[in-house]
């Protein structure tokens, strides 16, 4: 069989530009007040306006932009009934995650994950963005272990970084501290081997981080 040699080709303009919008939402030189414009944007990175209007295109699909009614764009808002059924989808896809690891982790498992826990919770000074990538981290980590990539698949698009975050800080509003839980607790419900135990211990720390955000957004309101 004879193939051609792939030549590796530069990254996309509009990857870099989409990277550059989601670290921009993330360290919050974007914010709920800004509108993005192609136009300006392309000029202000010198850049032509088709891959500008390429990532602005792809975070809108994304859930993370939605047209402003003076054009552009902004950062799309959730209302609570979509941040509900953000939570369900979480509990749906991670609670079957804790019921995989019930039946089949390991000790060595169990140690994995205990010990990256207490790595990401020790913070010092932590900011909002801070919070967020600890949270993330801990809750991929039993998704990895429980080893379905197609739950892994769904748990990054609901984690999606730019949107997932731009919700998240919301709860700077109450307490960011909170966020973080007890995950050692549903290492301990994993453990046990009893599936239902690990299905409701992951449920309940979920439904917490709910009523966190629902709180958090509250203030937000007012």
């Known amino acids: 069989m004879a193939l051609k040699q792939i030549k590796t080709q530069r990254r996309r303009l509009a990857d870099e530009v989409y990277d550059q919008l989601v670290e921009a939402i993330m360290s919050r030189e974007i914010t709920g007040e800004d509108r993005l414009v192609q136009e300006k944007l392309a000029a202000e990175l010198n850049i032509s306006r088709t891959p500008v209007r390429e990532a602005l295109m792809r975070l809108e699909t994304e859930g993370v932009l939605e047209v402003a009614a003076s054009g552009g764009f902004r950062l799309a808002r959730m209302d609570q009934t979509e941040v509900r059924q953000l939570y369900q989808a979480r509990a749906a896809i991670e609670g079957q995650a804790a019921r995989i690891l019930a039946v089949h982790a390991e000790p060595e498992v169990l140690d994995r994950l205990r010990d990256l826990i207490r ?101 937000m309101a007012d």
């Open 119 to 219: 790595r990401e919770e020790d913070l010092i000074q932590p900011t909002t963005r801070d919070y967020f990538i600890a949270n993330r981290r801990i809750h991929r980590a039993f998704m990895v272990e429980a080893g379905n990539k197609f739950l892994i698949d769904m748990f990054d698009m609901i984690w999606g970084k730019a949107m997932a975050f731009h919700l998240f800080s919301a709860i700077e509003n109450v307490d960011i501290s909170k966020s973080l839980g007890n995950h050692l607790a549903l290492v301990d419900a994993i453990a046990t081997g009893d599936v239902t135990e690990a299905l409701e211990t992951f449920t309940s720390h979920i439904q917490e981080g709910f009523d966190l955000q629902i709180e958090g957004l509250k203030e």
